[in-house]
């Protein structure tokens, strides 16, 4: 940590002395000096009071003193996704008809899918929105379960349902509006699955590191970050290169590109994937049998053909 200061370097000592006991200080260079001894993640505590300390212009923190745990190694896993291949995880926005989602976890068997997409809780945007069947589809999406070896990715949005959801999902998702839901996050973490998480819209590559650096204090060992892009209450294709490009170089977790929900509509997929391809470790895609019948974010969904082509120009 560096400290930058005007002022009497004794006085500016003494006082961070009595908010960082048994530190040392390194470096003296008249403008600033270097700061080691202290905890690493906890630091984050003693920020505010260093900062109001009279004569301390600036604190420069590098990135492994304020999320130790993402910089101490790789993340990348073998089961129940490879994330050392690209993979790709398909399914419907939402499960709406249960013997259509039997037919698309039968043709998902045929393909090069790796995971499948069986969301049953949907966050929506209005309150008057239809929230997926929720606890009720269980018995029914365990049964669609028998058919596949697939794992199931499902998103979950209330810390109550995960006893429930354990036992039908194998990845958990943490929705875009969730990604700083801190309290979802630690139980989350807490259950040892893998976590799929999103990236909020607009969120910096900062504030999803402290969301990643929770799900590894709670024991999470096994995660994938997903981008996608910054379009919730409105419909421009979005996604951020940067964000996947930036995040990939600083710290060894599974970066994917969510296509759909980036684009927003079909030929954008298209468009998203000729640009991810190269850099995104794999590749979130709503696919269904019948697009058209989907009640939610029909415009985006490709049919399973598309998804055919589309694992083509992806792998
Ligand atoms: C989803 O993947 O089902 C979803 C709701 O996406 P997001 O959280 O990115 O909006
Ligand atoms: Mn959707």
Not at 39 to 54: E, F, S, V
Not at 139 to 144: A, G, H, P, V
Not at 302 to 314: N, Y
């Amino acid at each position: 940590m560096k400290i930058f200061f005007k002022g009497d370097v004794n006085y500016i000592k003494d006082e961070i002395g009595k908010v960082l006991k048994n530190v040392k200080f390194l470096n003296y260079k008249t403008r600033y000096f270097e700061i080691t001894g202290f905890r690493k993640g906890y630091i984050y505590d003693k920020l505010p009071q260093l900062k109001n300390i009279n004569g301390i212009t600036k604190i420069e923190l590098k990135n492994e003193e304020l999320f130790p745990l993402l910089y101490e190694k790789s993340y990348y896993f073998k089961k129940p996704v490879n994330t050392f291949k690209k993979f790709i995880i398909a399914g419907p926005c939402v499960i709406h008809n249960f013997n259509e989602f039997r037919e698309e976890v039968l043709a998902f068997n045929t393909l090069e899918v790796d995971a499948i997409r069986a969301p049953l809780f949907k966050p929506r945007s209005s309150p008057y929105g239809w929230e997926g069947y929720g606890r009720d589809g269980i018995e029914r999406l365990m049964d669609i379960k028998k058919l596949t070896k697939k794992p199931f990715v499902g998103e979950v949005l209330d810390t109550g349902d995960i006893p429930i959801i354990i036992k039908v999902f194998d990845i958990i998702q943490i929705g875009a509006r969730n990604m700083k839901n801190y309290a979802l996050l630690k139980e989350v973490a807490n259950t040892g699955k893998p976590i799929l998480i999103k990236r909020q819209p607009f969120a910096t590559l900062k504030e999803v590191m402290y969301s990643l650096e929770y799900l590894l204090k709670y024991h999470s060992k096994k995660i994938i970050l997903c981008e996608r892009g910054n379009n919730i209450s409105d419909d421009t294709p979005s996604i951020s290169i940067d964000i996947i490009k930036k995040a990939k170089k600083e710290f060894k977790i599974p970066v994917i590109a969510d296509l759909s929900h980036s684009a927003k509509r079909r030929d954008y997929v298209f468009r998203f994937a000729r640009l991810t391809k190269k850099l995104a470790d794999g590749f979130m895609i709503e696919s269904s049998i019948n697009p058209h019948n989907s009640p939610i974010d029909t415009p985006q969904i490709i049919s399973l053909e598309q998804l055919k082509k589309l694992i083509k120009v992806l792998k």
